[in-house]
Antibody
Framework: QVQLVESGGGVVQSGRSLRLSCAAF????????LHWVRQAPGKGLEWVAF????????YYADSVKGRFTISRDDSDNTLYLRMNSLRGEDTAVYYC???????????????WGQGTLVTVSS | DIQMTQSPSTLSASVGDRVTITCRAS??????LAWYQQKPGKAPKFLIY???SLESGVPSRFSGSGSGTEFTLTISSLQPDDFATYYC?????????FGQGTKVEIK
């Protein structure tokens, strides 16, 4: 069955970098767009970044544009989020999520990982 | 960016109640809207897509309606497992946004 497993979270100092990974199982990885969504402690969901099924299209929330980079490695079915110049407001649980429809971009997110916590300390 | 506003922020209800949550978009999004359920410490669970289509495996007591800028999620008879926070999300543009959430708590 479909499974998304995030890793790479932890405690990092403000201004430093971190790379999150999301390993995907149980579906045709190269047919789906993928997203990163985050949730600050006690807050709501915030969309962070998107990569299309082929990696050609990438979009970012204004709050992370220029600092975060989304990428995918189709050879081992893994999604990444490179986070540079981290700030306190980036502290959150980061989820990867799969698009419901193939080759789309305009669709809901049907499967989510369990999340990985990133804590940015000063 | 399209803003999504949910109401109420918190809703107190009893088992068996009919519950309705409203989500408004700052501009028309046709029916490009989804609903998710989230319980504490867990990832969101996908419930409804395209405003009114129920995801496979989701109980039929959940339903969605609306188009344009106003949408609703209805739970016809609230069950103990339904106490959670619910989020709407638009996917009309390449800047996906969520509502701020509605917490359904036990009355």
């Amino acid at each position: 069955q479909v499974q998304l497993v995030e890793s790479g979270g932890g405690v990092v100092q403000s201004g430093r970098s971190l790379r999150l990974s999301c390993a995907a199982f149980g579906f045709s990885f190269t047919s789906y767009g993928l997203h990163w969504v985050r949730q600050a402690p006690g807050k709501g969901l915030e969309w962070v970044a998107f990569t299309s099924y082929d990696g050609d299209k990438k979009y970012y929330a204004d709050s992370v544009k220029g600092r975060f980079t989304i990428s995918r490695d189709d050879s081992d079915n893994t999604l990444y989020l490179r986070m540079n110049s981290l700030r306190g407001e980036d502290t959150a649980v980061y989820y990867c999520a799969k698009e419901r429809s193939t080759f789309s971009g305009w669709t809901a997110f049907d499967y989510w990982g369990q999340g990985t916590l990133v804590t940015v300390s000063s | 960016d399209i803003q999504m506003t949910q109401s109420p922020s918190t809703l107190s209800a009893s088992v068996g109640d009919r519950v309705t949550i409203t989500c408004r978009a700052s501009q028309s999004i046709s029916t490009w809207l989804a609903w998710y359920q989230q319980k504490p410490g867990k990832a969101p669970k996908f419930l409804i897509y395209d405003a009114s289509s129920l995801e496979s495996g989701v109980p039929s007591r959940f339903s969605g309606s609306g188009s344009g800028t106003e949408f609703t999620l209805t739970i016809s008879s609230l069950q103990p497992d339904d106490f959670a926070t619910y989020y709407c999300q638009q996917y009309n543009s390449y800047s996906w946004t969520f509502g701020q959430g509605t917490k359904v708590e036990i009355k």
